[in-house]
């Protein structure tokens, strides 16, 4: 991942599927938490890209809320039925956030499409852990 925020790469890692439409925030987190993000948004890209026929978008929209960066990636697709390859994405994204403090929650939203949400703390303990506790993301 890059040292700082920025998700280009990320919509332009592919030709394939539908376009990704990125709002980045001007912020610079510490190393950990531009890693995260940056896995997080990559990881739900890829799974919009793989999964939701007939997306015309994918928005990827990543802002400071508070003590958090939040990164919403979602599109307006309808799943695909499993392949049987479950992969471990969703899970990964989920693991990414936790270990910082943070929370990630994916799933359909109503009328059409899934949003993934993950909530990372902005400031670390010198440790490198999160300053405060998990967080439930809506």
Do not use: K, Y
């Not at 990125?22 to 948004?41: D, F, G, K, L, Y």
């Amino acid at each position: 991942p890059p040292r700082r925020l920025d998700l280009r790469a990320v919509a332009l890692a592919s030709d394939a599927g539908p376009p990704v439409v990125a709002t980045i925030a001007t912020i610079e987190p510490p190393a950990p938490v531009t890693a995260a993000a940056w896995r997080i948004a990559q990881e739900a890209v890829t799974n919009a890209r793989r999964h939701a026929a007939g997306a015309t978008a994918i928005v990827v929209d990543v802002a400071p809320r508070g003590e958090s960066l939040v990164v919403s990636v979602s599109d307006d697709g309808t799943g695909r039925p499993p392949s049987g390859d479950t992969g471990f994405g969703l899970a990964g994204m989920r693991e990414r956030a936790e270990l910082l403090g943070g929370a990630c929650h994916a799933g359909p939203v109503a009328g059409g499409g899934w949003r993934g949400v993950a909530e990372l703390p902005i400031t670390l303990r010198t440790d490198g852990a999160a300053t405060r506790s998990r967080r439930q993301v809506p």
